[in-house]
């Protein structure tokens, strides 16, 4: 019987060692990783800074797309003239005709790609702009709230509870009001 005793008693002791050691295991474990996660295609179009940005490049080429409106309105008016008065023609004058739209349909199009390509380059300048604010809005946000990771767009699955693009999106906007009038985004 006593050695039943002895047994059990080193068998307790030995179970106490381990829940020991398991407990504090389990208090030097990190606490909790949070992950978030940011849907930045979402951010993008939605961020003031980012509309803005849009609206700035609108009213800067505006111009640009207008003076091109006179030249379209009268190749079409060539055109028209052409399937109208064509066949009539002399051969010189048809000729002289499809030149002179050919010409024009030419300069309207390289007008039109150097436009294209001007808008493209400042789009891109802009949302550079707008992309290190928005970056910083997420980063800030996830510091101040305890976050250890963020993860981008696109990702397989987020689930609504680690979706923080609501409350980064709600940050851009306040931090767009609060910027002094006369900034550029």
Same mark, same amino acid.
């Given at each position: 019987?006593?050695?039943?005793?002895?047994?059990?008693?080193? *068998?307790?002791? *030995?179970?106490?060692?381990?829940?020991?050691?398991?407990?504090?295991?389990?208090?030097?474990?990190?606490?909790?990783?949070?992950?978030?996660?940011?849907?930045?295609? %979402?951010?993008?179009?939605?961020?003031?800074?980012?509309?803005?940005?849009?609206?700035?490049?609108?009213?800067?080429?505006?111009?640009?797309?207008?003076?091109?409106?006179?030249?379209?309105?009268?190749?079409?008016?060539?055109?028209?003239?052409?399937?109208?008065?064509?066949?009539? *023609?002399?051969?010189?004058?048809?000729?002289?005709?499809?030149?002179?739209?050919? #010409?024009?349909?030419?300069?309207?199009? %390289?007008?039109?790609?150097? *436009?294209?390509?001007?808008?493209?380059?400042?789009?891109?300048?802009?949302?550079?702009?707008?992309?290190?604010?928005?970056?910083?809005?997420?980063? #800030?946000?996830?510091?101040?709230?305890?976050?250890?990771?963020?993860?981008?767009?696109?990702?397989?699955?987020?689930?609504? %509870?680690?979706?923080?693009?609501?409350?980064?999106?709600?940050?851009?906007?306040?931090?767009?009001?609060?910027?002094?009038?006369?900034?550029?985004?």
């Amino acid at each position: 019987m006593r050695a039943l005793v002895l047994t059990g008693a080193a *068998m307790l002791g *030995m179970l106490a060692l381990q829940l020991l050691a398991a407990s504090s295991a389990i208090a030097q474990a990190p606490a909790a990783t949070r992950i978030g996660y940011v849907d930045m295609k %979402r951010l993008l179009d939605n961020a003031p800074q980012v509309v803005a940005g849009r609206q700035k490049l609108e009213k800067e080429f505006a111009p640009r797309d207008a003076s091109l409106k006179p030249d379209e309105k009268r190749l079409d008016d060539l055109r028209a003239r052409q399937q109208r008065e064509g066949a009539a *023609m002399a051969t010189a004058d048809a000729d002289a005709l499809k030149r002179e739209i050919d #010409a024009l349909d030419r300069s309207i199009k %390289r007008s039109r790609d150097a *436009m294209r390509n001007d808008l493209k380059s400042r789009s891109d300048q802009e949302l550079d702009k707008s992309w290190r604010e928005i970056n910083d809005a997420v980063v #800030a946000f996830a510091r101040e709230q305890g976050y250890d990771i963020i993860v981008p767009s696109p990702v397989v699955y987020a689930s609504a %509870r680690v979706d923080i693009t609501d409350q980064v999106l709600e940050r851009l906007r306040k931090q767009f009001r609060e910027k002094p009038a006369g900034t550029t985004p």
